[in-house]
T-cell receptor, first 114, second 114 residues
Framework: GQQVKQSSPSLTVQEGGISILNCDYE??????FAWYKKYPDNSPTLLIS?????DKREDGRLTVFLNKSGKHFSLHITASQPEDTAVYLC?????????????FGEGTKLTVSS | EAAVTQSPRSKVAVTGGKVTLSCHQT?????MYWYRQDTGHGLRLIHY???????EKGDIPDGYKASRPSQENFSLILELASLSQTAVYFC?????????????FGEGSKLTVL
């Protein structure tokens, strides 16, 4: 089954508003959580990440909230702008036995309308 | 700046044919990954490697083989291409020393199987 899930395939937000993107995961061993941004015909790039020892991390207009008991993390984008329009992929992973792999969600297409 | 290059960038293959996708990184990273992107599925991990001459199965390895002849190179091999393997394939490398999550992706290889 899908270990990392993004329940909303798409989201539309007005310019200047707050975009909230959600991600749920299944594996209790995950200790690393990240958000990647992907424009059409481009490769994904890391936006922001957080380890399991913190429940919140801010970076400019971006904030990641981590709820380990609920196996849920989210990305908040304040003052959303048209250039934020992209697909956002959440990802989670864990170090296990010397190997490491990152599992991605299905993606949420964010559209910021002006 | 991290550099991951993939070849070919685009390929049309016939059903039953052999396809090799190549990936080269100049980041001195130990970890390399192959993901496929499909609409509605985000990025799914096919194979990965954390040391030369060794590969690991990801979440969807069936129908794919991988080869890591050196730290810099990681190939994905489709021995008998099928229609269902039409997708965009992304190679990535990540920082050595365990899971930091900072994946550096290549530009993607668009494979169409007819």
């Amino acid at each position: 089954g899908q270990q990392v899930k993004q329940s909303s395939p798409s989201l539309t937000v007005q310019e200047g508003g707050i975009s909230i993107l959600n991600c749920d995961y299944e594996n209790d061993m995950f200790d690393y959580f990240a958000w990647y941004k992907k424009y059409p015909d481009n490769s994904p790039t890391l936006l922001i990440s957080v380890r399991s020892n913190v429940d919140k991390r801010e970076d400019g207009r971006l904030t990641v909230f981590l709820n380990k008991s609920g196996k849920h993390f989210s990305l908040h984008i304040t003052a959303s702008q048209p250039e934020d329009t992209a697909v956002y992929l959440c990802a989670a992973g864990a170090n296990q036995g010397g190997s490491a792999k990152l599992i991605f969600g299905e993606g949420t297409k964010l559209t910021v309308s002006s | 700046e991290a550099a991951v290059t993939q070849s070919p960038r685009s390929k049309v293959a016939v059903t039953g044919g052999k396809v090799t996708l190549s990936c080269h990184q100049t980041n001195n990273h130990d970890y390399m990954y192959w993901y496929r992107q499909d609409t509605g599925h985000g990025l799914r991990l096919i194979h990965y490697s954390y040391v030369a001459d060794s590969t690991e199965k990801g979440d969807i390895p069936d129908g794919y083989k991988a080869s890591r002849p050196s730290q810099e190179n990681f190939s994905l091999i489709l021995e008998l291409a099928s229609l269902s393997q039409t997708a965009v394939y992304f190679c990535a490398s990540s920082d050595p020393g365990g899971l930091t999550g900072q994946l550096y992706f290549g530009e993607g290889s668009k494979l169409t199987v007819l």
